[in-house]
């Protein structure tokens, strides 16, 4: 799927416009750190403070298509905590493991989502807030903003904004990211201890791609608003399986592949972080930009490799098979069963692999960074070796 193809359907591949927006905006006390880092509010200088918006993004849509379908409101519940998490694990590759406080802003058109939805979102909040809880990591929920926009949004959008005040001296700086390293990856999918079901690994981006590409044509004909005025018709849903339709190698339906809420790894690095923080040089959230996220961090001259990647999982496959995006797009896109990154020594990444087993997670060394020796122009390289062929990237 080229640039073009997505701006056909209203995203930005790359955010170039976005980066540019922002180039000139201060870097915070860490300018190569994963998220900016500020000054503390209370005016020490030993601590920081961390504050960060994100979203459940289009994912909210198949939540709509598949409340449409059913009549269950409970499909949105895991909206919530994509919205939480995409939030608290990009903290995380600071960092921060809490205490976190959460304010949510819930913008809906009052005529296709009805007060039932909103209250199973805020439910779910609080649920998640309570389930982390349980793992030693406090959220204080602050309240919220639910508006009634029906002139802006069709449906639904759920967004939220997480703060966290933490000591300088545990910041985690990915402009520590150089060659030497080794690459851990945690996967996302699987089901962990803390997890009710089995996780797609789906997560919450590219969900503009997979539902376009994997959803049929009824969802087109039948429900008009769940995708932008703007764009052409011709170009939504031109997959082959309804929501209902199981997914091949799957436990799950299609429905339930796609909401599959974002794991959040905080359970994981509660503990790993005590001991082995000094060791871990950088942590990378694979979300926007996937598995070339990496290229965004780090120190000029490093070329990451990733040879050892986790089995493509079965949500991946669907919407590869589909043939409307190229492979190595794939892995610009979708994390493809990386979620979550950590650059650390071999010690630390025994460690974080020991670690994650006990919440039945699976982690392993994917790939480590070199120097770049050759004199080409490029800062940073990427090399994804994975079913028999290779991928270059570079920034």
């Known amino acids: 799927m080229s640039s073009e193809e997505y701006l056909k359907r209203g995203v930005s591949a790359n955010k170039s416009e976005v980066k540019a927006a922002v180039a000139s905006q201060d870097k915070g006390l860490f300018p190569g750190a994963f998220a900016k880092v500020s000054k503390d509010p209370a005016g020490d200088p030993d601590y920081c403070f961390l504050f960060h918006a994100d979203g459940a993004g289009t994912k909210s849509s198949v939540a709509y298509l598949q409340y449409c379908e059913s009549g269950d409101p409970t499909v949105f519940r895991g909206i919530a905590q994509d919205s939480f998490v995409m939030n608290s694990d990009d903290l995380l590759a600071v960092g921060a493991c809490g205490p976190f406080y959460l304010s949510n802003t819930i913008g809906r ?48 959008i759920c967004d939220s904004t997480l703060g966290a005040r933490m000591r300088r001296d545990e910041v985690i700086d990915a402009s520590n990211i150089g060659p030497g390293q080794l690459i851990v990856g945690l996967s996302s999918t699987g089901q962990s201890s ?35 005025s703007s764009l052409d018709p011709s170009l939504a849903y031109v997959g082959k399986y309804r929501l209902s339709d199981p997914l091949p190698g799957s436990s799950l339906s299609i429905g339930q592949a796609l909401l599959s809420p974002t794991r959040s ?38 070329r990451f490799v990733k040879e050892e990647l ?86």
């Open 310 to 395: 986790f089995e493509r999982p079965a949500i991946f496959k669907a919407i590869a098979e589909q043939g409307a995006i190229s492979e190595k797009e794939m892995y610009e896109v979708f994390n493809l069963g990386q979620l979550m990154e950590v650059y650390c020594s071999e010690a630390a990444a025994e460690a974080l692999i020991n670690e994650a087993a006990k919440f039945k997670i699976e982690a392993k060394i994917i790939g480590y960074t070199e120097k770049i020796k050759s004199k080409r122009s490029a800062e940073k390289e990427l090399i994804i070796r994975d079913c028999g062929k290779d991928y270059s990237y570079a920034n």
């Open 109 to 156: 058109n009052a005529q296709r989502i009805p007060g039932e939805v909103i209250a199973e979102l805020i439910s779910a909040y609080a649920d998640f807030a309570a389930k982390l809880g349980e793992y030693g990591i406090e959220v204080e929920l602050t309240g919220g903003e639910t508006a009634d926009v029906g002139d802006l949004v069709q449906t639904i």
């Open 194 to 228: 803390y997890e009710d079901r089995e996780n797609s690994g789906i997560a919450s981006n590219g969900l503009t791609a997979a539902r376009h590409f994997i959803l049929s044509p009824h969802y087109r004909e039948k429900y008009p608003e769940s995708f932008a």
């Open 265 to 302: 790894y905080l359970p994981v690095f509660k503990n790993f972080l005590k001991e082995w923080r000094s060791e871990v040089k950088g942590i990378i959230h694979n979300t926007g930009g996937a598995l070339t996220k990496s290229l965004n961090f780090g120190q000029s001259g490093t």
